[in-house]
């Protein structure tokens, strides 16, 4: 993987206009770690600010409606997010797939509606605890991740430049305890595989695989060092400048993928 890590920031359901001056942190951080994207999905209210600032950083959005447009009251669509100033949007999410209902058919919708509205998908898979406990995770994460990527034939040419494929074992995220470096060197392999069946070595060896559950300063420069981790997706430490940009200095050190 010759490609720059891939550093992306998930505020979840924080931040009122009071983070900006956070965001404005990490961007000027961000301008001293060039050798790291940086980019972060905050609450939509904050994605126009946010862009409208943003020297360095991309912004993206934490979901999208599959629908262009319609009577879809509380909702908002690929091209909202994308005229907002958005790049990118996180798809697949756990705690969208467990909170909102979410089907792997819904979120492969989803990611056909923001490619063809010109963004860039970040598309979140994961096992629960109770799966991993039977061994079966390997094999979940493989369906999953088959079921909600659109179909290679809807994929745009560029699938590397597109897409980034995020595992998060949802019994890590937001519980302190990240996946082994073990299971994660296992899971990442497995998703490469997939990539490149799907896609083809020439593009399917060079999507981002990132990492999330847990990433943290104090473990990012072990979890790097994985073969086939381009990066993280952070949740709880993406809401300061400090833990953040501490996370993208760990990326920013030389590791082996
Ligand atoms: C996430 O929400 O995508 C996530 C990985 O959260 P945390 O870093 O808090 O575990």
């Given at each position: 993987?010759?490609?720059?890590?891939?550093?992306?920031?998930?505020?979840?359901?924080?931040?009122?206009?009071?983070m900006?001056?956070?965001?404005?942190?990490?961007?000027?951080?961000?301008q001293?770690?060039?050798?790291?994207?940086?980019?972060?999905?905050?609450?939509?209210?904050?994605?126009?600010?946010?862009?409208?600032?943003?020297?360095?950083?991309?912004?993206?959005?934490?979901?999208?409606?599959?629908?262009?447009?319609?009577?879809?009251?509380?909702?908002?669509?690929?091209?909202?997010?994308?005229?907002?100033g958005?790049?990118?949007?996180?798809?697949?999410?756990?705690?969208?797939?467990?909170?909102?209902?979410?089907?792997?058919?819904?979120?492969?919708?989803?990611?056909?509606?923001?490619?063809?509205?010109?963004?860039?998908?970040?598309?979140?898979?994961?096992?629960?605890?109770?799966?991993?406990?039977s061994?079966?995770?390997?094999?979940?994460?493989n369906?999953?991740?088959?079921?909600?990527l659109?179909?290679?034939?809807?994929?745009?040419?560029d699938?590397?430049?597109?897409?980034?494929?995020a595992?998060?074992?949802?019994?890590?995220?937001?519980?302190?305890?990240?996946?082994?470096?073990?299971?994660?060197?296992?899971?990442?392999?497995?998703?490469?595989?997939?990539?490149?069946?799907?896609?083809?070595?020439?593009?399917?060896?060079?999507?981002?695989?990132?990492?999330?559950?847990?990433?943290?300063?104090e473990?990012?420069?072990?979890?790097?060092?994985?073969?086939?981790?381009?990066?993280?997706?952070?949740?709880?430490?993406?809401?300061?400048?400090?833990?953040?940009?501490?996370?993208?200095?760990?990326?920013?050190?030389?590791?082996?993928?």
């Amino acid at each position: 993987m010759t490609r720059r890590p891939y550093i992306v920031g998930n505020w979840k359901m924080h931040g009122t206009r009071a983070m900006l001056s956070e965001a404005r942190a990490i961007d000027r951080a961000a301008q001293r770690h060039m050798k790291v994207e940086v980019a972060l999905a905050p609450p939509y209210t904050l994605i126009h600010p946010i862009h409208r600032e943003a020297e360095q950083i991309a912004v993206g959005a934490q979901d999208c409606h599959h629908a262009e447009g319609g009577a879809f009251t509380g909702d908002i669509s690929a091209a909202m997010i994308a005229d907002a100033g958005a790049k990118f949007v996180i798809l697949g999410h756990s705690e969208r797939r467990t909170g909102h209902g979410e089907v792997d058919a819904m979120v492969r919708a989803k990611a056909e509606s923001a490619l063809a509205a010109g963004l860039r998908i970040i598309m979140c898979c994961g096992e629960s605890a109770e799966t991993r406990e039977s061994g079966k995770a390997v094999a979940f994460v493989n369906e999953q991740l088959k079921a909600s990527l659109p179909l290679p034939t809807a994929m745009p040419a560029d699938v590397a430049e597109r897409l980034t494929v995020a595992y998060e074992p949802i019994w890590a995220v937001g519980s302190g305890t990240p996946a082994t470096p073990a299971d994660i060197g296992e899971m990442h392999a497995a998703i490469r595989a997939l990539l490149i069946d799907l896609f083809g070595v020439e593009q399917g060896a060079e999507v981002r695989i990132l990492y999330g559950g847990s990433v943290k300063p104090e473990n990012a420069g072990e979890i790097f060092a994985v073969p086939e981790v381009g990066g993280a997706l952070i949740g709880g430490a993406s809401l300061t400048a400090d833990s953040f940009m501490g996370i993208a200095l760990a990326a920013s050190e030389p590791f082996e993928n």
